[in-house]
Structures are given as structure tokens and as C-alpha cells.
Nanobody, 126 residues
Framework: QVQLVESGGGLVQPGGSLRLSCTASGFALDYHAIGWFRQAPGKEREGVSCISVSATSTNYVESEKGRFTISRDIAKNTVYLEMNNLKSEDTANYYC???????????????????WGQGAQVTVSS
């Protein structure tokens, strides 16, 4: 059974850090492009970051550049999203998604992905 499970969300103060994990079962993450998306209440889901099969990473939100880093651990079949200097506008439900594609493929468009996790809530508040 193909499954993605996010973890690591929670409540953090502005300026704090969190690391989200996306662990796959039923398939190998290193043969898939993995994207992180987020959706805040009343807003559309937006692409945050992506890592390709070749481990090339792409960030899609200008405000996150330099603050968010995507990485993966093939042995653990897990992709991470390290988030630093968090701001209130980062508050959202964060999802990871997977698509089996070529070496350098990445996308920040949610409809391009086949498999989705259930989401992890991130709340940035003092």
C-alpha cells in the first residue's frame, strides 16, 4: 500500500524552527519527485519546495528562500523540510506529495502529484 506520512508539525514562536518529515511506505522515495505544499485557512494550496530524483531542490515561495531547506534520507525513505526563522504567515497545514518522474523533474503544482500525505499542522504564534 502506497502511503506518505508527515510528522514534525506543531506550535512554534516566531523566529523558531521546525523540521517536517515525510516518510514513504510501499514505494521508494528516491524514484520520485517529492514536493512540499501548504494550505492556510481560506487560501489555495501552494507549492513550497520540491526535491527531484537527482536530489536537485527547488523553492517556490520567495519569502521562504534562505529559510526553508528540503532534503532526503534514502535509507530512511524520508524527505525533510527544515524551516527556520518561522513567521506567522508560515502558519498552514503542510503536505508532502510524490510523483514518479525523470531525474530532474520538479513541480510546484499540486495537480502534478499522484500521492499525498494527510498533512501536518504548523502554527507560528507567540
Amino acid at each position: 500500500q502506497v502511503q506518505l506520512v508527515e510528522s514534525g508539525g506543531g506550535l512554534v514562536q516566531p523566529g523558531g524552527s521546525l523540521r517536517l518529515s515525510c516518510t514513504a511506505s510501499g514505494f521508494a522515495l528516491d524514484y520520485h519527485a517529492i514536493g512540499w505544499f501548504r494550505q492556510a485557512p481560506g487560501k489555495e494550496r501552494e507549492g513550497v519546495s520540491c526535491i527531484s530524483v537527482s536530489a536537485t531542490s527547488t523553492n517556490y515561495v520567495e519569502s521562504e528562500k534562505g529559510r526553508f531547506t528540503i532534503s532526503r534520507d534514502i535509507a530512511k525513505n524520508t524527505v525533510y523540510l527544515e524551516m527556520n526563522n518561522l513567521k506567522s504567515e508560515d502558519t498552514a497545514n503542510y503536505y508532502c506529495a510524490a510523483r514518479q518522474q525523470g531525474l530532474y523533474y520538479c513541480s510546484g503544482i499540486s495537480s502534478d502529484y499522484n500521492y499525498w500525505g494527510q498533512g501536518a499542522q504548523v502554527t507560528v504564534s507567540s
